[in-house]
């Protein structure tokens, strides 16, 4: 390396001596003039080439470079170029690192999960961490539970909507014990649905279910609403309530969302999630989207497939039945009776009257009332569902039956209501709000969507009379002054005879051919004009 640097300073060092020390030395002759311009500047780097410099004098990863990683998203190039101006704005100009020193100082002073945070945030670092596995336990023990839109295009009366999915799995055997399907927002009575079905052990899910001991939530206003809690107090079941963003501790049902997407949602028409060609993603227009009915089949056929052929991995080539079936614990089974009871909303007591029961200012009457007017009752109901209460004795606690909605209004009502609805929506424009308040019955089977809404006459009359009078057609003169009667010599349609009114005079005419009214005594009016049709005679 001497010998090269007596050539270099006295101009006779050829690239025909850097090409034999490179081949002498076993690097590339970019190295070794590399080590030449060390060499320049520093007396060790020529006694001892290609050594590393000192540990605190290479370039680290410090706080502002941290900062400009999570500015420019990960991008390596993006935050050199940031620095290379930076160390030219200096007075004087400093050295700025090169891109492959950079990317060697990222590599080393940066961990895997700091570099995927600073590129996509806590959940992409999330990746990169280790988590302890909870032991398997047994059926039963816990359950978790979550609400998952599905990436789908659904027809739910002829608007394309993705419906949501609310279920439970168990964490023992990873059986989906039960679920249910609305297609737009869920809520508590989704929950509910989803409960009552997991609970039964009936068909679509076979022998699954039973009363859980525990089960898992994610702070959701859903699942920690009243009328949950108190039906999982009345069931006796344990809720656990998870801080939030915290994914990883409900791994099984997480771990279902993203299962059921890749395995069966995918491949359905109207998937939303398909990457399409073209600048912006749109569906073709001669998709057919499944309808809800057809939707909720097909994903109560796959989960009936999960549970009995699908063999996960941490059941080791078990599928969740017979992982099930091999768990000798006992399960707590509750009637159907008792817990539709316990799945119900409590509104308070009531006083049964000759009308029925008032509730939420209307009149509920069932065919048992007769007779029993002037008793305490109580009224629990099902969220949302408010055409039918059901009736319970205040002091007794026994079951009296169900009521339904007096004076329920009609379809024709109900659809007038809608368009009135509909049409005073667009005037306000608050479409997007309107549709935010439809609600429809989450579903266990196969089954047309269900609309929550009920009516009853009185209140389809009044707000149908409401819409009636904003109406501006009906506001137009023509309609509110009827005309006068035409002379009885006229030829008058009925139809038009019908809107005049006849005890009132004829008005002048008011045609432009017509000649000006003149007091009276002064002159006579003059006669009005006669129709002449196209070859000048007189009609």
């Keep these: 390396m001497r010998r090269l640097l007596t050539l270099r300073a006295g101009k006779k060092l050829t690239a025909g001596h850097v090409r034999v020390a490179a081949d002498a030395l076993g690097v590339s002759e970019r190295t070794v003039w590399r080590w030449l311009a060390a060499a320049q500047s520093d007396q060790t780097a020529a006694a001892y080439p290609g050594a590393r410099s000192r540990a605190d004098a290479r370039f680290t990863i410090t706080p502002e470079v ?301 065919p048992w009332m007769t007779g029993q007017s002037g008793i305490q009752v109580r009224v629990r109901f099902m969220p949302h569902h408010d055409h039918r209460i059901e009736v319970y004795h205040a002091a007794t606690g026994r079951y009296l039956g169900p009521a339904d909605l007096a004076d329920q209004a009609t379809e024709e009502q109900v659809s007038a209501v809608r368009r009135a609805r509909a049409a005073r929506a667009r005037r306000l424009k608050k479409d997007l709000e309107a549709s935010q308040r439809e609600r429809y019955a989450a579903a266990t089977q196969a089954e047309p969507p269900q609309r929550l809404s009920a009516l009853s006459g009185a209140q389809a009359d009044a707000e149908l009379a409401r819409s009636a009078g904003t109406s501006l057609s009906q506001l137009a003169l023509p309609d509110v002054i009827p005309p006068a009667a035409p002379p009885a010599d006229w030829r008058t349609p009925a139809s038009l005879a019908a809107l005049t009114t006849a005890d009132r005079p004829a008005p002048l005419p008011s045609s432009r051919d017509s000649a000006p009214a003149v007091p009276d005594g002064l002159a006579e009016p003059a006669a009005p004009p006669s129709t002449i049709d196209e070859d000048g005679d007189a009609l």
């Design 66 to 366: 941290r900062g400009l990683l999570a500015l420019w998203k990960g991008n390596v190039r993006a935050v050199h170029r940031e620095l290379v101006l930076r160390a030219a704005r200096q007075s004087p100009p400093a050295d700025a690192p090169s891109l492959t020193t950079l990317h060697r100082a990222i590599r080393r002073d940066l961990t895997p999960g700091e570099r995927a945070g600073l590129a996509g945030g806590e959940r992409a670092a999330r990746k990169h961490d280790v988590f302890l596995a909870r032991p398997r336990g047994w059926r039963n023990q816990v359950w978790e539970t979550d609400h998952m839109q599905a990436p789908v295009l659904i027809d739910v009366e002829g608007r394309a909507r993705r419906p949501w999915i609310t279920w439970f799995t168990d964490c023992a055997t990873n059986a989906i014990t039960g679920l249910a399907v609305t297609p737009v927002h869920p809520s508590r009575e989704s929950v509910l649905a989803a409960l009552r079905s997991a609970v039964l052990r009936e068909d679509p899910y076979g022998p699954f279910g039973g009363l859980p001991e525990k089960v898992r939530v994610d702070r959701g206003k859903d699942f920690l609403s009243r009328t949950v809690t108190a039906a999982f107090d009345l069931l006796d079941v344990a809720v656990e309530d998870l801080p939030a963003y915290t994914p990883h501790l409900k791994g099984t049902v997480e771990g279902l969302n993203r299962a059921v997407e890749g395995m069966f949602l995918a491949a359905l028409p109207g998937y939303a999630r398909q990457p399409r060609p073209g600048k912006r993603p749109s569906r073709p227009k001669d998709e057919v989207l499944l309808g809800f009915e057809d939707f909720t089949a097909r994903l109560l056929d796959w989960t009936r497939w999960w549970n009995t052929e699908h063999q996960p991995a941490p059941l080791r080539g078990r599928t969740p039945l017979e992982a099930w079936q091999e768990d000798p614990t006992p399960l707590r089974d509750v009637a159907a009776a008792d817990l539709w009871t316990f799945t119900l909303e409590d509104a308070g007591t009531r006083t049964l009257t000759t009308r029925g029961i008032r509730f939420r200012k209307r009149d509920y009457v069932g």
